[in-house]
C-alpha cells in the first residue's frame, strides 16, 4: 500500500513539473474618458528553444490604438494553437487559443 502511494505521489509531481500550457492575457485599457477592451490579433515567439524565449502578443484597439505584451518565463516554448506558422501566429477573428502555446517548467 505504501509503494502505491508513493508511485503515485512521485507521478503526480512529475507530471505537475513537466510541461504547462499557456495563452496571451486579455489586456484593458483605461483612459480618463472611457475603458476599452483590446483584441488579440497576432503572437510571435523568440528564441523558442532556450531559456531567453519570449512570446510576444500583439493587440489592437480602437483608432491607433496597439499594445504589445512579453511573456518570459526562463524555459523553452513550443507552439501548440492551430494558427502557427513557423514562428507567428496570427488570428484575426481575435481567437487566443489558435495561438497558444506550451512551456516546460524549471
Given at each position: 500500500?505504501?509503494l502505491?502511494?508513493v ?19 486579455t ?5 480618463s474618458?472611457?475603458?476599452e477592451?483590446l483584441s488579440?490579433?497576432s ?6 528553444n ?5 512570446v ?6 480602437k ?19 492551430s494558427g502557427?506558422?513557423?514562428n507567428e501566429?496570427t488570428?484575426?477573428?481575435g ?10 517548467k524549471?
Open positions: 500500500m505504501k502505491k502511494v508511485t503515485s505521489l512521485v507521478i503526480s509531481l512529475n507530471m505537475m513539473s513537466s510541461t504547462y500550457a499557456a495563452t496571451c492575457p489586456i484593458s485599457v483605461s483612459r474618458q472611457d475603458a477592451d488579440f490579433t503572437a510571435l515567439v523568440k528564441d523558442k532556450t531559456s531567453k524565449s519570449v510576444i502578443c500583439r493587440y489592437e484597439g483608432d491607433d490604438l496597439g499594445v504589445s505584451a512579453g511573456y518570459r518565463n526562463g524555459t523553452p516554448i513550443s507552439t501548440t494553437g502557427w506558422t513557423g501566429c488570428a484575426a477573428d481567437d487566443v487559443n489558435k495561438c497558444a502555446f506550451q512551456g516546460k524549471k
